[in-house]
């Protein structure tokens, strides 16, 4: 690995490096491994220490060998200073070196760590474009506040300079981004937004596609300063839009358009309706996408769609955009790749939350619920149950909750929690039958039991408790299933309350007598836990007493 990050030295192929890694290779055991290393830390230590006579070559090879030593996983505790003279050397191959070594084992208190900021600033204000470009890559490399601490007045300037070349800009835009990612406070950039914010009209799209990332993040923190990207990026985006595609480009376009989602929309019209053609010309690009595209193509092409989709729905006031972004997602949940089908899903059920595109997902119902029985991805039917559980109204509860009840049978562990919790939600929201909710929980606690929460159940049993028109069909429910060899203990405890309370209701038949229900509840007393035994003592107390005055009656 080492080797590979290495820059090739014509006519100097370190010999010296080459032999020792060899050495390394052909040792037989660990412990002759860590021999020969000790060894050649010995050898380099001396030569450090007393010989005045390396020259530049002789301390590259050291310092490689130093690094190779460092990544087979052992101590180096020596040849910083050594280092920092190579980073300081105007050859790119040295100082290549001289950084990777400060990148990987700089030592934040040691006494060269003045001299190592003071060798990067040197650099970062050279007039050569591969010495900046190194300093940078150094910077963004070293997690270190106080590091980062000590050029946030120098990396502004490189990134605003005119004689700063695409690629150094490109470079300086990543390592600012990187660290005020890892260290927001150590920036003050709002006085530099507008100059940030006219990298978007830069001629190199990968300085555009960098500079759309940083203004994303900066203008998170200040909005305000950096609204003026807004009809920069939508100028940019219809320049890139109405232009030949590559992927390059589609990858920008996708940068643009979710910087423009930490906005309103424009209230400009002019500005807001070249901000519509290009949805609409994004939308009518990925429609007639030719199918012999290469992959990496298509899926350039494919992140566009999704991030214009997510534009669309963040603006939500576009609704012919909306229902149209809904009828291009349906034909995605039949596609082969489950990437896409999880996209399409994801994005349909921020669809559905919108007034004007809900009626237009309840379209694909049939094909959601289908795509439910046969999907194979756990995930993408997570994803699937997250959308039923979002286009769900009075119309069509009964379908819905059907089918997620249907797939709760078999759901993986990891996902019966929120299920259940989703099916319960619908029952209560849309229920006109309380009859039909009593069943819907009652099935939920016979196929997922040990997943339905204390809050259900009580809710259930509260459901009940104030609507006399259930009560007697909640009593003859729970005692048909407490018949059930498999009964669930939380259905025991639901069942003997109920019929504690209501049990009166089916005492009359001969089937169901007071007697049969505390027989009944009695099976199953030794086999619940003594919480549920708590929970049952009223109930037995109810139901014997109903059971003896039957007994005095006759």
């Known amino acids: 690995m080492l080797l590979e990050r290495m820059p090739p030295v014509k006519g100097d192929g370190m010999r010296g490096l080459a032999v020792f890694i060899s050495d390394i290779r052909n040792c037989k055991s660990k412990e002759a491994e860590l021999k020969r290393?000790?060894?050649?830390?010995?050898?380099?230590?001396i030569k450090f220490k007393d010989d005045k006579t390396l020259d530049g070559y002789q301390k590259k090879v050291y310092v490689c060998k130093l690094l190779f030593i460092f990544l087979l996983g052992n101590g180096v505790d020596f040849g910083h200073i050594e280092a920092v003279w190579l980073l300081a050397s105007n050859k790119y191959t040295k100082k290549k070196i001289g950084y990777l070594f400060i990148s990987m084992l700089i030592e934040q208190q040691s006494d060269s760590m003045k001299l190592i900021v003071q060798t990067i600033r040197n650099d970062l204000n050279s007039r050569n474009p591969d010495h900046v470009k190194l300093a940078l890559q150094c910077i963004s490399n070293i997690e270190s506040r106080e590091f980062y601490e000590a050029f946030c007045t120098d990396l502004p300037k490189v990134l605003v300079s005119e004689e700063t070349i695409h690629s150094a800009k490109k470079s300086a835009v990543l390592c600012i981004l990187k660290i005020f990612r890892d260290s927001p406070e150590s920036f003050q950039l709002g006085e530099y937004a507008s100059s940030i914010v006219h990298l978007l009209n830069d001629s190199h799209v990968g300085v555009v596609k960098s500079a759309a990332c940083l203004i994303e993040a900066l203008s998170n923190k200040w909005p305000e300063e950096y609204k003026g990207a807004v009809p920069l990026a939508i100028h940019?985006?219809?320049?890139?839009?109405?232009?030949?595609f590559t992927d390059l480009k589609g990858y920008t376009c996708v940068k643009l358009l979710r910087l423009l989602q930490n906005y309103p929309p424009p209230d400009d019209s002019f500005i807001k309706d070249r901000l519509l053609e290009c949805l609409e010309a994004i939308l009518n690009?990925?429609?007639?996408?030719?199918?012999?595209e290469k992959v990496q193509h298509s899926k350039a092409k494919n992140a566009v769609f999704f991030e214009a989709i997510a534009l669309v729905i963040h603006m939500d006031s576009e609704p012919q955009l909306?229902?149209?972004?809904?009828?291009?997602?349906?034909?995605f949940l039949s596609h082969r790749e489950k990437n896409l089908r999880y996209r399409a899903l994801e994005s349909m059920?921020?669809?559905?939350?919108s007034e004007f595109s809900h009626d237009a997902i309840k379209k694909h119902q049939d094909t959601i619920i289908n795509s439910l029985k046969t999907e194979r991805d756990v995930s993408v039917r997570q994803k699937t149950v997250d959308l039923l559980y979002a286009i769900c109204d009075c119309f069509n509860v009964n379908q819905i909750v059907a089918t997620m009840l249907t797939y709760l049978k078999n759901a993986d562990n990891s996902v019966k929690e929120e299920m259940v919790l989703k099916v319960a939600i619908l029952a209560e929201k849309y229920a006109t039958d309380y009859t039909w909710y009593v069943?819907?929980?009652?099935?939920?606690?016979?196929f997922a039991g040990d997943y339905v929460s204390e809050e259900i159940w009580y809710r259930?049993?509260?459901?009940?408790?104030n609507h006399e028109d259930v009560q007697e069909y909640a009593a003859k429910t729970v005692f048909t299933a407490l018949q059930t060899p498999t009964c669930h203990e939380i259905m025991v405890t639901v069942g003997g309350y109920i019929l504690g309370e209501f049990g009166n209701f089916i005492d009359d038949n001969k089937r169901s007598t007071a007697q049969i229900q505390y027989k009944l509840l009695s099976c199953w007393l030794d086999l619940s836990s003594i919480t549920t035994r708590r929970l049952l003592h009223p109930s037995f107390i109810k139901i014997r007493k109903r059971a003896d005055e039957f007994f005095f009656l006759c």
Do not use: H, Y
């Open 285 to 292: 690009e990925a429609q007639g996408a030719p199918k012999s």
């Open 349 to 353: 059920c921020l669809l559905a939350t």
């Open 460 to 465: 259930v049993i509260q459901i009940v408790v």
């Open 439 to 446: 069943d819907v929980i009652l099935e939920l606690i016979q």
């Open 37 to 45: 290393i000790n060894e050649e830390l010995v050898d380099i230590q």
């Open 236 to 244: 940019r985006l219809s320049k890139m839009v109405t232009a030949t």
């Open 322 to 331: 909306l229902v149209r972004a809904c009828n291009q997602l349906g034909t």
